[in-house]
C-alpha cells in the first residue's frame, strides 16, 4: 500500500502509460509543443548594491520572480545538496526511503512522500513527483535525525546548507522592504520568527509528459522560496496568460515572491504562480527553501502602505488557517489568496 503511492514505485515496470490518477483534466495539461519559450526573468548581481535594490523591486512588481548571482552561498554547496538530493531517490533503495516516510495524514509533515494535498483518495489528481522535506528552522523543530544518513555527509550539508539560504533570504526581505521605502526590517518583523523547509523534489521519468504535471500551478504560500534546481529544466512561470519556461542557470538561486508577502506588500508585489512539467527522458531534482511566518502569525498589508488614498487590498489572516485551507482545498493557481481580497 505504502509503496504503491511514490512515483518511483509506480514507474518501476517501465510503464507505457501514466495510471489514471496522474492524468491532469485537458485545461490543466502543459502545451509541450509550445514550450520553448524561455521566461525572461531578470538575473540580479547581488554584489551590486546600488543597483541590486531597483532591480529587485522591478523584479517584484513584473514577475514575483528573479535569479540572483554572486550571492554569497558558496556554489559547491548548491552543488552538493542537488548531489545529496539525486544520490537520496536514485541510489538508496525504496525499503530504505520508506524508513523516511511522512505522515501522510498531516500537511507539510516531514520526511520523504509524494502526495501533497490532503483530499481523499481519488479527490485529487496526483502530481508526477516524490520529496522529501526537511524542518530546519526555528532549531526548535530541527530533528537531523529524522533525515537520510547517507552519504555521510548528508546531514551537515543539510544544516549548513539552511543557514545559508535563511540568511540570504533575511538579506532579500530586507532589500525588497527597502526597494518599497519601508524600513529595512520591516518585511521580516511582520513575518515574525522564520520557519524554515527544505524539500527536495525528485521528478522520474514519464511515459505521458503531454498528460501529466510533476507539480500543479500553484504560487508558494509562505514569505519567500529560495530554489535550485538541476540543468534538466521543468519549472514554468504564468506570466500575463502563458506559460514561460525557467532556464536553469547552475550558479543562481531563483527568489520567488510568496503569498504572505503579496499581503504584506499589499499587493505591489506579487507572488509568482509556477508548476513543473514532466519529461519523458530524463528524471529532474530541484531544491526549494521556504521561509515562512508561525502558524500563529497574523498577517496583514504593512500600515505603512496604508493611508488615506491607498486601502488595506487583502484581509488579515492567520497563517495557519491559511495553510490549512491551502492544503485542504488545493492551490488551483491563487484562489486562496483571491479568496482574501477586500
Ligand atoms: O521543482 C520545481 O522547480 C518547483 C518546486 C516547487 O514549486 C515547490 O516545491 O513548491
Ligand atoms: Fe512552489
Request: charged fraction near 20%; hydrophobic fraction near 35%; glycine fraction near 6%.
Amino acid at each position: 500500500m505504502e509503496t504503491a503511492s511514490r512515483v518511483e514505485a509506480v514507474t518501476k515496470g517501465g510503464l507505457p502509460v501514466v495510471p489514471s490518477q496522474y492524468i491532469q483534466p485537458p485545461e490543466a495539461r502543459p502545451n509541450l509543443h509550445h514550450a520553448g519559450d524561455a521566461a525572461p526573468i531578470p538575473t540580479i548581481d547581488l554584489s551590486i548594491s546600488d543597483s541590486a535594490k531597483e532591480s529587485i523591486g522591478e523584479a517584484c512588481r513584473n514577475w514575483g520572480a528573479f535569479h540572483v548571482v554572486n550571492h554569497g552561498v558558496p556554489i559547491h554547496l548548491l552543488d552538493r545538496m542537488k548531489a545529496l538530493g539525486l544520490s537520496f531517490f536514485q541510489d538508496c533503495p525504496l525499503e530504505e526511503k520508506l524508513q523516511y516516510a511522512c505522515d501522510s495524514t498531516s500537511a507539510a509533515s516531514e520526511g520523504y512522500g509524494s502526495r501533497m494535498l490532503l483530499g481523499a483518495e481519488g479527490d485529487v489528481v496526483l502530481d508526477w513527483r516524490d520529496y522529501f522535506d526537511h524542518h530546519t528552522f526555528p532549531l526548535s523543530r530541527r530533528n537531523p535525525s529524522n533525515w537520510p544518513l547517507h552519504p555521510p555527509d548528508y546531514r551537515q550539508v543539510v544544516e549548513e546548507y539552511g543557514n545559508e539560504m535563511k540568511k540570504l533570504a533575511q538579506k532579500l526581505l530586507g532589500i525588497i522592504s527597502e526597494s518599497l521605502s519601508l524600513p529595512c526590517s520591516s518585511i521580516e518583523e511582520a513575518v515574525g520568527e522564520i520557519y524554515q523547509n527544505i524539500t527536495m523534489s525528485y521528478y522520474p521519468p514519464c511515459p505521458q509528459p503531454e498528460l501529466t504535471l510533476g507539480l500543479q500551478s500553484h504560487s508558494d504560500m509562505g514569505a519567500i522560496t529560495l530554489l535550485i534546481q538541476d540543468d534538466v529544466g521543468g519549472l514554468q512561470l504564468y506570466k500575463d496568460d502563458q506559460w514561460l519556461t525557467v532556464p536553469p542557470i547552475s550558479r543562481a538561486i531563483l527568489v520567488l515572491i510568496a503569498d504572505q508577502t503579496e499581503i504584506i506588500t499589499n499587493g505591489t508585489y506579487k507572488s509568482a504562480q509556477h508548476r513543473a512539467v514532466t519529461n519523458a527522458n530524463r528524471a529532474r531534482l530541484s531544491v526549494a527553501t521556504f521561509h515562512d511566518p508561525s502558524k500563529t502569525a497574523k498577517i496583514a498589508p504593512a500600515s505603512h502602505l496604508i493611508g488615506q488614498h491607498t486601502k488595506p487590498a487583502y484581509k488579515e489572516v492567520v497563517y495557519g488557517q491559511y495553510v490549512s485551507s491551502w492544503y485542504s482545498k488545493g492551490p488551483e493557481g491563487k484562489r486562496n489568496l483571491d479568496a482574501l481580497l477586500c
